[in-house]
């Protein structure tokens, strides 16, 4: 049996196969090697066949009992097994096996030294007892003379037979089989990681279809209908009852006054995006808006009463705690005033939606699209059962906003349009992916891993010595040998759920992202966000397989995690890239700003050349002067005079009036203007 092997692109093999059996014809010379050949091909078939369709373990029998007189020897009773390499091991008849001999053996061994028999170790021992397949050359003949160079000297064996012996190890079994979520964890990788990825993906999922709708539909109404209208009364009835009061909320008031702040927050906020004459229809079709002005105000004491509130009590979990404070805050901000916040139309609609949109949100939200790509990328760099095969290239160009610093508290920043679309293309694109990596790796877990044939031995039982005697002997926990192998074993009771789920989620079109479709005219239609503070609950066919893989049956062997290196990026950096970022940002608004101001400039010097050109000439000079003469810039002197003789000219002035002046008053001197400088690509 061949063991290298290879395949081109075409599909066929670039080498022989791992299997080689020979091929007679007439007037062949035969030779022992065609001979032997023809043996090892239908040997080697064999064990491959008990290998991977049976596994090992006991098939029957093998059963290990104490000797009716006691001491350290056992009775291993007959019976049929395989070992790992797919090696029959039969035991024909009743066998004595001194256990204390094969202690004493496996010690001589370790440590090279006979030191005698030594029972009187305190405290009980324990050991497995193993049976090992064993190949024996028997029934030597003496060869033929041959042409051959070097012939073997003397006999050789005619015969292999096939063999065991006992040997003892230590108590620390191997179990072959091989559970599904063991190939999962090691795709998944370190759980707690991916279980956090996965829940950052929740909460932007609750969040992108609002995002892209509220982006697409600035300007848009909102539609109210019958269920706003019952949850804008239960809400406001609630409110009323419990808003007041003095001090902070306990911890569960303060939650479930959170959540009906949020739901009659919403319904305000769908009654704001109408015009007036809408908002009075609405009024007319549901009398209890009349009450629109009572409701603001009692919104206003409920945001001032949470606002001192415990929120790390109230809400445990940071990100629904983010949330919780965004209803808040958003609340307070978009609906409280009396005409709402007409300036900020993209918060309204997302506060219509019940899905708060603030500036630690936004944060968050950028952060987490960050942490989502990056787990992925580092899972798909690592997985070796890949099968979605441009998964990768369509993580990595997912454009991913940049990173924030962390806001002042209860800031109320607004979003842009564009900032929105961004970041809900962004968690709608690795979301998607996520959904994909996901789909791949549990489907993967359908095809089981080939056994490990490194260790051959078989174990029958585990014994307990107390000195030299063998005091108690266990063969529960050995393996059984079961159809399908024992790596299948652990499948049996999930495998046919795992396969129906299978026949819905592995072979079906990839999930895609779509965005929300909005009417061409008339309100939009959009649901309000149930359940955005409560329990996340994970459904579907794909969770559901998730589920049944990582969760032990009765008895089932728990999967295998995958212990691996964490790197994990010191807080120093981070603080320092947030930093970066907000430098970024800030030097953005001020390069923005620098060319408003350009800008600004620039026209106001085009609005002084054509005022310029306007002008009469007689305010020519007081022009020039407000701009800047050319006698000041260059030093020469101004015609009216200066020093000893501006004083006498001003002298003469006081003594005389003007009607004994010399002659008719003259007209002031022409001052020519001030040549202006021409700029590089302005037109004389």
């Known amino acids: 049996m061949r063991t290298d092997c290879g395949c081109g692109c075409g599909g066929d093999a670039t080498r022989t196969s791992a299997f080689v059996r020979p091929r007679f014809f007439a007037g062949q010379l035969l030779t022992e090697d065609d001979l032997s050949l023809l043996v090892e091909y239908t040997t080697a078939k064999r064990r491959l066949h008990n290998r991977s369709l049976y596994g090992p373990g006991v098939i029957c029998g093998?059963?290990?009992?104490c000797e009716p007189c006691g001491g350290g020897t056992v009775a291993v009773h007959p019976g049929h097994a395989l070992d790992c390499a797919g090696n029959d091991i039969v035991v024909a008849c009743t066998e004595r096996v001194d256990v204390t001999a094969l202690v004493q053996e496996r010690r001589v061994q370790a440590l090279g030294v006979d030191c005698g028999e030594n029972c009187d170790d305190e405290g009980g021992r324990r050991y497995g007892l193993y049976v090992q397949y064993q190949e024996l050359p028997v029934e030597p003949v003496a060869p033929y003379a041959t042409e051959e160079p070097c012939p073997s000297p003397g006999c050789v064996p005619s015969r292999v037979q096939e063999g065991y012996r006992f040997v003892v190890k230590c108590d620390d079994f191997e179990d072959h089989r091989h559970n599904p979520g063991t190939r999962l964890l090691?795709?998944?990788?370190?759980?707690p990681r991916a279980d956090r990825a996965r829940t950052r993906d929740r909460r932007l999922g609750m969040y992108t279809d609002a995002l892209l709708a509220a982006s697409l539909g600035t300007g848009r109404t909102f539609r109210f209908d019958a269920a706003d209208a019952r949850r804008y009364a239960t809400a406001l009835a609630w409110l009323?009852?419990?808003?007041?009061?003095?001090?902070?909320?306990?911890?569960?008031?303060?939650?479930?006054?959170?959540?009906?702040?949020?739901?009659?927050?919403?319904?305000?906020?769908r009654f704001d995006t109408y015009d007036p004459a809408g908002q009075e229809q609405l009024g007319r079709d549901y009398p209890d808006l009349a009450t629109v002005r009572e409701a603001r105000a009692v919104l206003g004491t409920a945001c001032e009463r949470l606002r001192g509130a415990d929120t790390e009590a109230a809400w445990p979990d940071p990100l629904r705690r983010t949330i919780a404070r965004a209803v808040v805050t958003e609340t307070a901000a978009r609906v409280v005033p009396a005409q709402g916040d007409p300036d900020a139309p993209?918060?309204?609609?997302?506060?219509?939606?019940?899905?708060?949109l603030g500036h630690a949100l936004r944060v968050e939200f950028r952060a987490d699209i960050a942490l989502i790509r990056e787990w992925l990328l580092g899972r798909l760099d690592q997985a070796a059962d890949l099968a979605d095969c441009a998964l990768r290239a369509d993580v990595a160009t997912v454009?991913?906003?940049?990173?924030?610093?962390?806001?002042?508290?209860?800031?109320?920043?607004?979003?842009?349009?564009?900032?929105?679309?961004?970041?809900?293309?962004?968690a709608a694109a690795l979301g998607t992916a996520l959904r994909r990596f996901l789909t791949d790796a549990a489907c993967a877990t359908l095809n089981p891993p080939c056994g490990d044939s490194a260790d051959t031995d078989v174990l029958l039982a585990h014994v307990e010595l107390d000195g030299c005697d063998v005091v108690r002997v266990c063969s529960a926990t050995r393996e059984q040998v079961l159809p399908g192998g024992s790596a299948y074993g652990e499948w049996l009771p999930k495998l046919y759920r795992l396969r129906e789920l299978a026949e819905r989620v592995c072979c079906g079109p990839l999930?895609?992202?779509?965005?929300?479709?909005?009417?061409?005219?008339?309100?939009?239609?959009?649901?309000?966000?149930?359940?955005?503070?409560?329990?996340?609950?994970?459904?579907?066919?794909?969770?559901?397989?998730?589920?049944?893989?990582?969760?032990?049956?009765?008895?089932?062997?728990?999967?295998?995690?995958?212990?691996?290196?964490?790197?994990?990026?010191?807080?120093?950096?981070?603080?320092?890239?947030?930093?970066?970022?907000?430098?970024?940002?800030?030097?953005?608004?001020?390069?923005?700003a620098l060319e408003g101001l350009r800008a600004q400039m620039s026209s106001a010097e085009t609005q002084v050349t054509h005022l310029a050109e306007r002008l009469p000439e007689r305010l020519g000079p007081r022009l020039a002067q407000l701009e800047g003469t050319p006698d000041q810039a260059t030093g020469e002197a101004p015609e009216q005079g200066s020093g000893s003789d501006q004083g006498s000219g001003s002298n003469q002035g006081s003594d005389q009036g003007p009607d004994q002046a010399d002659g008719p008053a003259k007209p002031p001197a022409k001052r020519a203007r001030a040549p202006r400088t021409r700029k590089s690509g302005e037109t004389p």
Do not use: F
């Open 399 to 426: 454009d991913v906003p940049p990173l924030l610093p962390p806001p002042p508290p209860d800031s109320t920043e607004k979003a842009t349009v564009a900032e929105a679309q961004q970041i809900a293309e962004a």
């Open 511 to 592: 999930p895609s992202c779509r965005k929300p479709a909005l009417p061409s005219e008339g309100p939009v239609a959009r649901p309000y966000a149930e359940g955005l503070l409560g329990d996340w609950p994970r459904s579907g066919d794909l969770e559901e397989m998730l589920s049944l893989l990582l969760t032990p049956a009765p008895g089932e062997t728990p999967p295998k995690a995958l212990h691996e290196q964490v790197y994990t990026t010191p807080s120093e950096v981070t603080d320092s890239m947030r930093e970066l970022a907000g430098l970024r940002t800030q030097v953005a608004d001020l390069t923005a």
């Open 186 to 191: 090691a795709s998944l990788g370190d759980l």
């Open 240 to 269: 009323r009852e419990n808003a007041g009061g003095e001090g902070a909320p306990p911890p569960p008031t303060a939650h479930e006054m959170t959540e009906h702040v949020r739901a009659l927050a919403a319904a305000v906020a």
């Open 62 to 65: 093998l059963g290990v009992t």
């Open 346 to 356: 993209l918060e309204v609609r997302m506060l219509a939606q019940g899905t708060p």
